[in-house]
Structure formats: structure tokens, C-alpha cells
């Protein structure tokens, strides 16, 4: 039996429709997304989210490329190397942990690698986007594999960039 959806990707600057920003389905005319949080599929009106992104974003997949987005849980997931401020990271200094974002399209959901070996919500991504403090912290971007690498030298674990 084949798949009766039509599949979408969302790929809005600066994400592509190979490196996406949210999946999307279509039945009937009726609307649903891959929640990145919690990684099922929710109706439209669902934790606010109304309608579907703008058409000139939105680009059509085939079911087989949906189902691998929607198993590769890393490729809707950023990663950045962490530094106190810009002048660390122009000093050759190493970063001091790691920083994720998955922009989910309920929300927004940014976590800080902690002390404590965990991820937690953090606003760190959000400070370096939106400079307003007078001291942001400065973010370079890295693969999955080089956050896990830097966590693993950083605090001694493995397995820490699992979704």
C-alpha cells in the first residue's frame, strides 16, 4: 500500500531543502508537522501553530525522502562550539562546551550542554543572534560528529548529542 500523503520541507534561509528547517504532510487538505520536540506528528492548531509555512518555502518530497528526514533525527539539529566571548575564540582558546538549536515549528527550542552532563534549556543561541547584552557569548558552527567529539574531550562523555 503506498503512502497517501504529500510531503513537504520547510527550507527558508538560511536552511535548504536539503538541510530543512520543519517536515510537513498534506492529506485531503488537511495539515500536519514532525514536532522536533517530541518527534510525532501534530495537527494544525496544535501548540499554536495555525498554518502551514508560506508556498514559495515550502518544497514537495517524495515518501521515501520524508521517511529518512523523519528517522535522521541530527539533521534537523545545530550544533555550535561555545565561547565566553569573541576575543576566546580569536585567542585560539577551546570552547567551553557545546550549544543546539531545533527549530521546531510549535518552537524555537535551544539547550546548552551543562556541568551537569545534561542539555538544558538555555539562552546562549538566542544571545548570539540577538546581541542585546553587552557581553554575548560567540558561536561557531559544527557538525554533529565535532559536537560529540568536543563533548567527549570537554566532559568525558559519549553519547551526549543522541536525540
Avoid: C
Avoid at 21 to 32: D, I, K, M, P
Avoid at 43 to 66: H, I, K, M, N, Q
Avoid at 76 to 86: G, I, L, N, V
Wanted: hydrophobic share 35%; net charge negative.
Amino acid at each position: 500500500m503506498s503512502d497517501p500523503y504529500e510531503y513537504f520541507v520547510k527550507a527558508a534561509p538560511p536552511y535548504t531543502e536539503e538541510r530543512p528547517s520543519s517536515l510537513w504532510r498534506r492529506l485531503a487538505g488537511r495539515w500536519e508537522y514532525l514536532s522536533l520536540l517530541d518527534w510525532e506528528w501534530h495537527a494544525l492548531s496544535a501548540d499554536g501553530v495555525t498554518a502551514p509555512p508560506a508556498a514559495e518555502v515550502l518544497f514537495p518530497v517524495p515518501a521515501e525522502r520524508a521517511a529518512a528526514l523523519e528517522a535522521d533525527r541530527q539533521i534537523w539539529t545545530r550544533y555550535w562550539a561555545f565561547y565566553f566571548d569573541e576575543a576566546e575564540w580569536r585567542d585560539g582558546e577551546e570552547p567551553t562546551t557545546v550549544v543546539r538549536r531545533r527549530r521546531s515549528p510549535e518552537r524555537i527550542y535551544d539547550e546548552t550542554f551543562m556541568r551537569t552532563n545534561e542539555w538544558q534549556p538555555d539562552s546562549a543561541v538566542y544571545e548570539f543572534f540577538h546581541p542585546r547584552g553587552s557581553n554575548p557569548p560567540h558561536l561557531v558552527e559544527i557538525g554533529v560528529d565535532e559536537a560529540e567529539r568536543l563533548l567527549q574531550e570537554i566532559r568525558g562523555v559519549t553519547g551526549a548529542t543522541e536525540l
